[in-house]
């Protein structure tokens, strides 16, 4: 199964990685490390509608139930493609986290590759929840849920802080960065990958129980 999805999924990989060429140049232009952070985050929660959309345009969602597959292994085979390709994601952005350091020495390399980390925590959350949203609502509506859910809030909130709509709030969200650095971050940002891959693997168990009584 993981076999056939990585066959499926080389379609995309040309998208991807223009996705990727793009968000690269725009950091080291812009001197935006944050857009490595993008980079994962926006690929990630495009994963499950990508993996799912490619067997719908091949056939493979109702060809794979005429072998002798069972539907768990399905569900499960997307979610392992997902972390698979999520952490190549990661790698690669933690790579040109460190290049861009240094190149940029006025910047933290240490700071950056955290932020990277807690970026990886929130596209691992809401990969998964996409892969449940996927699973229950079908590829195209979940397509819609990902743009209410996910981007409006995140353009919503880059207009209020690029507009300084609500006053203050950028002293508010710089005062709690400056405490996360001075702050020991081991033991809850360990407790947060805890609780990433929690709600990732009690995502499996949703879908695997939507899929098993779903109708192809």
Request: charged share 15%.
């Amino acid at each position: 199964m993981l076999y056939a999805d990585w066959l499926n999924f080389r379609q995309s990989i040309r998208s991807m990685m223009f996705i990727l060429v793009v968000f690269a140049f725009a950091a080291f232009a812009w001197s935006g490390p944050m857009f490595f952070i993008m980079i994962v985050d926006m690929l990630s929660i495009m994963l499950p509608a990508t993996l799912c959309g490619s067997d719908q345009a091949y056939g493979w969602d109702k060809l794979s139930l005429s072998l002798p597959i069972l539907r768990h292994e399905v569900v499960r085979s997307k979610y392992l493609m997902g972390l698979l390709i999520n952490l190549t994601l990661f790698a690669l952005a933690v790579a040109m986290t460190m290049v861009y350091s240094l190149v940029d020495p006025s910047t933290s390399m240490i700071e950056n590759i955290l932020s990277l980390f807690g970026g990886e925590l929130i596209s691992l959350l809401l990969m998964g929840l996409m892969f449940a949203v996927t699973f229950k609502f079908g590829v195209e509506k979940s397509r819609y849920i990902l743009i209410a859910v996910v981007w409006i809030p995140i353009l919503a909130m880059a207009g209020i802080v690029k507009f300084d709509i609500i006053p203050g709030i950028v002293d508010m969200f710089e005062q709690g960065f400056s405490r996360l650095e001075t702050a020991p971050i081991g033991l809850p940002m360990a407790a947060a990958l805890v609780v990433c891959l929690a709600v990732y693997a009690a995502c499996y168990r949703i879908s695997v129980r939507t899929y098993q009584k779903k109708e192809l």
